[in-house]
């Protein structure tokens, strides 16, 4: 998948997330989703390279509801399976942002990761954004996909934000362990964040 140059912030992600909401709302209102990806970050105030909008559902059907509901969008991608990816995958174009939905079908009994197994059902918070409470993945299972993936320039902003706003440096920890990341890479990140979270 081609992602789009960072061009994201955080007064477009929260048009573009309200125009998606007030056309998947009124008919969808029961689907359980998640804001995942760059723009949970966002929305949670963290100030990083961001260029999309990710939403997570448990079930193909429930991507294919939202998919329904935004008819009147441009669909970049219809909903299908990606074998590789393990994924429901579809992208619409939505308020000039683009909104990708997708399951992500990994079996897994984990709460560490952020797509997948108990961690994105588990560890979120419900945000605000105009008149919606969105659920939205923790900035520890951002900050984990982030160190995964070894992209810096979204961690360190991470790891920043959580310095003064706190964080849950157990859960991290953990986190570390389940990843397998590097003992380097663990050690710094959590010098960085033992003074600011508890």
Not at 173 to 189: C, E, N
Request: include cysteine; glycine fraction near 6%.
């Amino acid at each position: 998948m081609l992602h789009p140059i960072p061009s994201l912030d955080q007064v477009r992600l929260r048009e573009a997330l309200t125009v998606f909401l007030d056309h998947v709302m009124p008919v969808c209102a029961q689907i359980d989703y998640r804001l995942v990806g760059t723009g949970a970050a966002l929305l949670h105030g963290v100030s990083l390279p961001a260029a999309d909008i990710d939403i997570l559902v448990r079930k193909r059907h429930d991507a294919d509801a939202f998919g329904s509901a935004l008819s009147s969008f441009r669909c970049l991608e219809a909903p299908a399976w990606l074998t590789q990816a393990k994924q429901y995958y579809g992208k619409w174009e939505v308020n000039g942002v683009e909104l990708e939905i997708s399951t992500v079908e990994v079996t897994s009994e984990a709460d560490t990761a952020e797509c997948f197994g108990r961690g994105p059902w588990e560890h979120f918070a419900l945000l605000t954004c105009g008149r919606y409470a969105v659920p939205t993945v923790t900035l520890e299972l951002r900050l984990l996909t982030e160190l995964s993936r070894n992209r810096a320039d979204r961690y360190r902003p991470l790891v920043r934000f959580m310095q003064v706003h706190g964080c849950d440096l157990d859960y991290v920890r953990r986190g570390f362990v389940a990843a397998g990341l590097p003992p380097i890479m663990r050690d710094d990140v959590l010098n960085q964040l033992a003074f600011g979270c508890a």
